[in-house]
């Protein structure tokens, strides 16, 4: 897959959220837990979303993105800055790619929350306690935007958003 097969204007049909904790083995956290979790499509999510609107994401050719909010979307959202928000809050930045996917990054990133590349996604936020990773599919002609939430290398948030071409 390439840029080009995501570039449009793409429009909110529906989302879903699950939370869980990283397992344990013999006492310890799973070794691979929090890079399994980030490196998570939420595929298995899909067909249980609920149905929402009022957010486009705008994917351009130059590999910018916009986000605008209209109305009150039903989505568990995250900022760009890692905080879990009472509602939607858009922000704008590049689509980046790796031999992995594709991923959202905000324009701007504070410098103590700089992504690292040691999980093998492209993170958009990483302030030590605090990882997120938004990864973008094409999936039955609909996009995948699955935001996957690492805190306290223990706690687990997967919100799926699915978008139709519009």
């Known amino acids: 897959m390439n840029l080009e097969t995501l570039v449009g ?3 909110l049909i ?5 939370n869980s904790e ?5 006492g310890e956290p799973e070794p691979n837990g929090v890079k399994d979790w ?13 149905a929402t609107s009022g957010l486009t994401l705008e994917l351009c050719s130059d590999s910018t993105f916009t986000e605008t909010k209209y109305g009150n979307p039903a989505v568990y959202w995250f900022s ?5 928000e009472s509602e939607v809050v858009p922000f704008n930045g590049l689509v980046k790619a790796n031999e992995f ?21 492209i993170l958009r936020y ?8 938004d990864r973008l599919y094409l999936s039955e002609g609909k996009l995948i935007r699955t935001i996957n939430v690492v ?16």
């Open 151 to 166: 805190t306290d290398e223990l706690y687990l948030d997967r919100i799926v958003i699915v978008y139709k071409n519009s």
């Open 101 to 121: 996917g594709f991923f959202l990054q905000p324009d701007e990133i504070s410098s103590w929350a700089t992504p690292t590349d040691k999980y093998g996604v």
């Open 22 to 26: 990283i397992s344990f083995v013999g």
């Open 9 to 11: 204007k793409w429009s």
């Open 80 to 84: 760009d800055e890692g905080v879990l």
């Open 38 to 50: 980030l490196n998570g499509s939420g595929r298995e999510l899909v067909e249980t979303m609920n």
């Open 126 to 133: 990483d302030d030590g306690d605090t990882k997120i990773c």
């Open 14 to 18: 529906g989302s879903i959220s699950i």
